[in-house]
């Protein structure tokens, strides 16, 4: 959020619309993604009540929903509040001298930094553990071994997240 806030101050945009629409849009992709909780719980739900709901099924009118959302937003926050060069009570901070030296100063990135290894470890980890998911969540001969409940299919799902 610092990023955000600091390069929209920068382009002269007011820091509160990319902020807003990071923070809301962040939260629909969660809601979107295949391995959220929300689309696992609804999927266990109701492959037993309806054999055609699927993960695709599902992921079909989540992930539209999510972009038409997110394009809505960022519609809305193009207008939300008064332009920086308009507002008073910006222009009043920035004629105080430290205020003004914070605002045109001060930067928060992280581009010149080289990540730990570990990192890179993570994140494919991360993926693989993403293709696993959706692999077991649309292929349903994987899923139904047994008879499993809801419940232990989360369990599983978290521990090998862990």
């Known amino acids: 959020m610092p990023i955000i806030g600091d390069v929209a101050l920068k382009d002269g945009i007011r820091p509160e619309r990319p902020m807003a ?31 055609s709901i699927s993960l695709l099924s599902i992921l079909m009118v989540t992930v539209p929903a999510t972009l038409v959302g997110t394009l809505l937003l ?30 045109l100063h001060t930067t928060s990135t ?29 292929v349903s001969e994987i899923r139904t071994i047994g008879v499993v409940s809801a419940c232990c299919i989360g369990y599983a799902i978290a521990q090998v997240l862990i």
């Open 21 to 51: 629409a990071s923070f809301v849009a962040s939260q629909l992709a969660i809601t979107a993604s295949p391995i959220s909780a929300a689309v696992v719980y609804y999927l266990a739900q109701f492959s037993g009540i309806n054999e």
């Open 74 to 103: 960022s519609l809305h926050s193009l207008r939300r509040g008064k332009e920086i060069a308009d507002d008073p009570e910006y222009q009043r901070r920035l004629n105080d001298p430290v205020w003004r030296d914070q605002i």
């Open 110 to 138: 992280s581009l010149n930094e080289e990540l730990p290894k570990t990192a890179m470890h993570a994140v494919i980890l991360f993926i693989l553990v993403l293709i696993m998911i959706v692999i077991v969540a649309m």
